[in-house]
């Protein structure tokens, strides 16, 4: 089956303006996860859903980034205002359940972000 | 809190010697290990994994690694490279009663020459 898909591949933007990021999990996952990878600062977890459960937010790193999940699937991370330190990879992945620590969590190919 | 360090930024070995890739992990309670690999402007693939059981751990691509309790590590290994190993690893680690996201190390690339 089709693996965690992302869109856009690319994306530059001007400080200052919006940015939507789309990623849609692989079927029948109920778990989905946002990450950022930035040169110096590694894989940086953001934000997680599972199912109808209100999602952890505790990694996003300021009151301009939010992202929500549309009936469970789908997921949007938007980031407002880009600043140019927000540069970076942005992944997205899934897994069967986030309940369980076992879970192997598979990843989408990324959209890299650039604030000019 | 969990963390899991990877103590090299690159790893360089010859096509056909074995390949070590090291990680080590702190956690509190028993800790559930993964590796990643990372192909250029692509995302993360997953290799393996360790739960419980046995401590030789077989993955994707003739990849395998060695969970040690007493020294925290989970190294990655490979009994002959190839060149198209070449690509950047991960270790990652998570428990049962931390977060349900994965702590990562800071990657280590690999090098493989012909």
């Known amino acids: 089956g089709a693996g965690v898909s992302q869109s856009p591949s690319n994306k530059v933007t001007e400080k200052g303006k919006d940015v939507e990021l789309r990623c849609d999990p692989i079927s029948g996952h109920t778990a989905l996860y946002w990450y950022r990878q930035s040169l110096g600062q590694g894989l940086e977890f953001l934000i997680y859903?599972?199912?109808?459960?209100?999602?952890?937010k505790s990694g996003l790193p300021s009151d301009r980034f939010s992202a929500e999940r549309t009936g469970g699937s789908v997921s949007t991370l938007t980031i407002q205002r880009t600043q140019q330190e927000d540069s970076a990879v942005y992944l997205c992945a899934s897994s069967l359940a986030s309940g369980s620590s076992t879970d192997t969590q598979y990843f989408g190919p990324g959209t890299r972000l650039t604030v000019l | 809190a969990q963390s899991v360090a990877q103590p090299e930024d690159q790893v360089n070995v010859a096509e056909g010697n074995p390949l070590t890739v090291k990680c080590t992990y702190s956690v509190s309670g028993n800790p559930y290990l993964f590796w990643y690999v990372q192909y250029p402007n692509r995302g993360l693939q997953f290799l393996l994994k360790?739960?419980?059981?046995?401590?030789l751990v077989k993955g994707s691509y003739g990849f395998e690694a060695e969970f040690n309790k007493s020294q925290t590590s989970f190294h990655l290994k490979k009994p002959s490279a190839l060149v198209s190993d070449s690509a950047l690893y991960f270790c990652?680690?998570?428990?049962?009663?931390?977060?349900?996201?994965?702590?990562f190390g800071k990657g280590t690339m690999l090098l493989v020459s012909p």
């Open positions: 859903f599972q199912g109808n459960s209100a999602p952890d």
């Open positions: 360790y739960i419980t059981g046995d401590n």
């Open positions: 990652a680690v998570r428990t049962l009663s931390g977060y349900s996201t994965l702590t």
